[in-house]
């Protein structure tokens, strides 16, 4: 591991090695675990590195089923990877296993995690339905909200921010458009 602040270098080892305890290593380093200001559980990791973030992504996505896109912030240019309410407890709860070796503070933090209960009227947010770039063609095609929202299953929200990121370039054009 390279010594000093964040580096863009750092990688997970290549070949066999214990998944679960290296990225609870990578957290306990650079990581925070506990609650939001609102009282939400919380994993988060901060890192310069593209490798150990991907790595992230990866891993948690097997373990709690969410997905993340891997980009860095505009201020500092550097990735702030975060799971929140049940994500992180269940992310928590398989990193923080009993009598792992970790940070003391970190475990009780993770630990305190599992006593989080969503309230009553809290809904729970939908998965998020990725754009393919047939979709993309068909809006771009149609170059009508209403339209496409009809065609393509989505709200005319949906459509209408889409089209004005596709026209924007805030996101790219499909490749055979």
Not at 3 to 28: C, N, T
Not at 61 to 80: F, H, P, S, V, W
Not at 112 to 117: A, N, P, R
Not at 146 to 154: F, I, N, P
């Amino acid at each position: 591991m390279p010594y000093g602040r964040k580096s863009k270098e750092i990688a997970p080892p290549r070949g066999q090695f214990a998944q679960r305890d290296y990225l609870r290593g990578v957290i306990d380093a650079d990581g925070s675990v506990g609650y939001t200001g609102q009282g939400y559980p919380f994993v988060s990791l901060t890192t310069q590195s593209t490798a150990i973030g991907a790595y992230m992504c990866f891993y948690s996505g097997k373990i709690t089923g969410a997905e993340r896109t891997l980009k860095r912030n505009a201020r500092d240019g550097i990735y702030n990877i975060l799971y929140t309410k049940e994500n992180a407890q269940e992310l928590a709860a398989h990193l923080y296993y009993k009598d792992c070796l970790s940070l003391g503070r970190k475990q009780v933090a993770a630990d305190s995690l599992t006593t989080w209960i969503r309230p009553a009227g809290m809904r729970i947010a939908p998965d998020r339905r990725r754009w393919s770039g047939w979709e993309d063609r068909a809006l771009l095609r149609l170059n009508d909200v209403t339209a496409s929202a009809k065609e393509l299953g989505r709200t005319e929200k949906s459509c209408y921010i889409r089209l004005w990121r596709l026209r924007t370039g805030k996101v790219p054009m499909p490749t055979d458009y």
